[in-house]
């Protein structure tokens, strides 16, 4: 159950903010931007109250693990600054790279998740189900943006949700449909608060089940971040 309340939208970790108050003289040196790093993550099913709270952990510079009061969720391989393999208790995601060292394709179990990218977002996301030397076609998510840039590192936002794809995109997602034989069968939309630092403070999900027993839920999502 916790590991299903790490949801697409819940997860942003490392985001930058200028200070807008310059107050270098003229043709003098700026002083460096400032770098935050999320603390923690708190989430809340509006319908149900179920609550949790997640701590990123650094080590060198990196992401290299999730907490849940003292469980460790998930733990990342790397190859240089590249994640190559996500792991979590029964099992691991690796993570496979194009020509323009975007992330074109994800393997977990017999799974794999292939991505088109339009500009710095990810389109839209296909499953494919594999059995034995089968290979058929599942849903499909398709993600619309809005015009807010979020400036990230290394794909940290995504790290912690490895199937939340529209994580590793530039712009804010507004909304996410999944799609499979022609029927749109759910559609999730999205809402967002930021501080005066362009840090994202706040984030409303809700979530409609269009398709076999039609249902409608929400979450919110805060995010506490400290300066490095």
């Excluded at 107050?23 to 460096?32: C, I, L, N, R, Y």
């Excluded at 003292?70 to 029964?90: H, K, L, Q």
């Excluded at 706040?202 to 805060?222: A, C, G, M, Y």
Aim: net charge negative.
């Amino acid at each position: 159950m916790k590991r299903a309340l790490l949801n697409i939208s819940a997860f942003i970790l490392l985001l930058f903010a200028c200070n807008k108050n310059d107050t270098s003289p003229a043709g003098g040196e700026h002083p460096p931007a400032e770098e935050w790093l999320l603390s923690k993550l708190t989430r809340i099913d509006v319908e149900s109250r179920d609550t949790l709270v997640a701590y990123p952990v650094f080590e060198e510079n990196k992401l290299a693990k999730i907490m849940e009061s003292d469980v460790v969720t998930r733990a990342f391989e790397y190859t240089g600054n590249n994640i190559i393999r996500i792991n979590e208790s029964e099992a691991y995601y690796d993570v496979i790279y194009n020509a323009e060292h975007k992330i074109s394709e994800v393997r977990w179990k017999s799974t794999i998740y292939k991505l088109t990218w339009e500009n710095e977002n990810v389109k839209s996301m296909t499953t494919f189900n594999v059995y034995n030397e089968d290979t058929t076609q599942g849903s499909t998510k398709n993600y619309t943006y809005g015009n807010k840039k979020i400036a990230l590192k290394d794909n940290c936002m995504w790290l912690c949700s490895p199937l939340s794809f529209e994580l590793l995109s530039f712009n804010n997602l507004v909304k996410q449909e999944t799609v499979f034989a022609g029927e749109v069968h759910s559609r999730d939309t999205y809402e967002y608060k930021f501080n005066e630092k362009d840090l994202l403070v706040e984030q409303k999900v809700r979530s409609e089940q269009l398709i076999n027993d039609p249902s409608v839920s929400n979450r919110v999502i805060t995010f506490s971040y400290t300066k490095k």
